[in-house]
């Protein structure tokens, strides 16, 4: 495919998004419009470089990052390397968890609201992506399947002020399981996993990222503001335990996190544990036994989108809600009309730990 070649000096850098382990991402203006830009780096850039434009190239979804330039070539006269970027429009320029955090710090409401814009647009860019035929061949579809956990290192999550969330796929695992090292570590995981020769199970593995994307993004947000979110695995129902945090904490950092959500809170109530207001995820329902497909996640997801396209967003407690079975719901613990999908926040506020009998959060 023949890409519209942008030259540097077209291109106005603003500031960097989000580093991975072979490519920045940062925000740029081009022509008044900010674009995003993607600037591959290391001994294998050239080459990842091409994988990622062979790959992106042949996505066109709502929620994966649309490709719309690249660098020049490189001039076969001059000997010197130059840079390998590719330019996405600026349809998200923001970095999800970072967008996560801002909005944990102002509410429920808000991170409600935007929590689900991003769990839409994770499920809907996953389920596209693996409908593609042609995507993925047969060889890679199994590192994919073997190495699940590493792979899901290769995508990125960008989203807008309003929660709008798009995916960018860098194959950065392709080009390191090139060496035997890599290989062998492979073998080694699918041992340790117990996981069977099952390469076609393409629900499976989205499923899988969908859900490993989500917490991570959750995980990275709480972190951001707390400094010490423990990564946690919510699989089955029963794990959401209240999150005490004891005032007298020796944590300074921490503190003062706490001090900024919730300071009046802090000086109301000086003897007691305080509840910190995280954003979690899980991907099994209540029995811990069934989990969301994709398609499960986006209808409903949609469902509750488009309705709050004709309610007022300050009124979200009063829409009625979809729930299924084997669908995860996003759990507030402390206020039952906001159930809303597979994420649980948890509230520093009490006013809302007086409806729960006995306990202080």
Not at 44 to 59: G, I, P, R
Not at 123 to 140: H, I, V
Not at 246 to 258: E, T, V
Request: glycine share 6%; with cysteine; net charge negative.
């Amino acid at each position: 495919m023949n890409l519209h070649q942008i030259p540097r000096h077209k291109i106005q850098f603003l500031r960097q998004i989000h580093k991975s382990h072979s490519s920045r991402f940062s925000s740029a203006l081009r022509k008044g419009s900010e674009v995003m830009i993607q600037v591959f780096e290391g001994p294998h850039s050239q080459k990842l470089w091409e994988q990622t434009v062979d790959f992106a190239s042949n996505l066109v979804n709502a929620h994966l990052q649309n490709l719309i330039g690249s660098s020049p070539d490189e001039p076969s006269d001059k000997p010197q390397k130059h840079p390998c970027y590719l330019v996405f429009d600026g349809r998200g320029c923001r970095n999800t968890h970072h967008l996560l955090a801002s909005l944990l710090r102002a509410g429920a409401m808000q991170t409600t609201l935007v929590g689900m814009h991003m769990v839409h647009g994770i499920a809907s860019g996953l389920d596209y992506l693996f409908q593609q035929e042609n995507s993925l061949n047969e060889r890679y579809l199994k590192m994919w399947h073997n190495s699940r956990n590493v792979l899901a290192n290769d995508f990125t999550l960008f989203s807008n002020d309003l929660g709008h969330t798009t995916i960018a796929f860098t194959p950065e695992f392709e080009t390191q399981c090139n060496d035997p090292v890599c290989e062998t570590q492979i073998k080694k995981q699918e041992i340790e996993l117990g996981l069977e020769d099952n390469s076609n199970d393409l629900e499976t593995l989205g499923e899988y990222l969908c859900a490993t994307l989500i917490q991570r993004a959750f995980h990275d947000a709480n972190k951001l503001i707390y400094m010490d979110a423990p990564k946690r695995d919510y699989m089955p129902w029963n794990d959401l335990d209240d999150i005490m945090i004891n005032q007298s904490s020796d944590n300074k950092q921490l503190g003062k996190a706490i001090e900024g959500i919730s300071r009046s809170t802090l000086d109301s109530h000086p003897s007691k544990r305080l509840c910190r207001r995280e954003i979690v995820w899980r991907s099994y329902d209540q029995y811990g036994t069934n989990k969301a497909s994709l398609g499960s996640i986006i209808e409903t997801y949609q469902n509750l989108l488009d309705s709050l396209a004709v309610t007022s967003s300050h009124n979200l407690a009063g829409i009625s809600l979809p729930h299924y079975r084997n669908l995860p719901m996003l759990k507030m613990p402390f206020d039952a009309q906001y159930y809303v999908g597979g994420a649980a926040l948890k509230e520093s506020n009490h006013e809302y730990a007086k409806q729960d009998s006995g306990s202080p959060c």
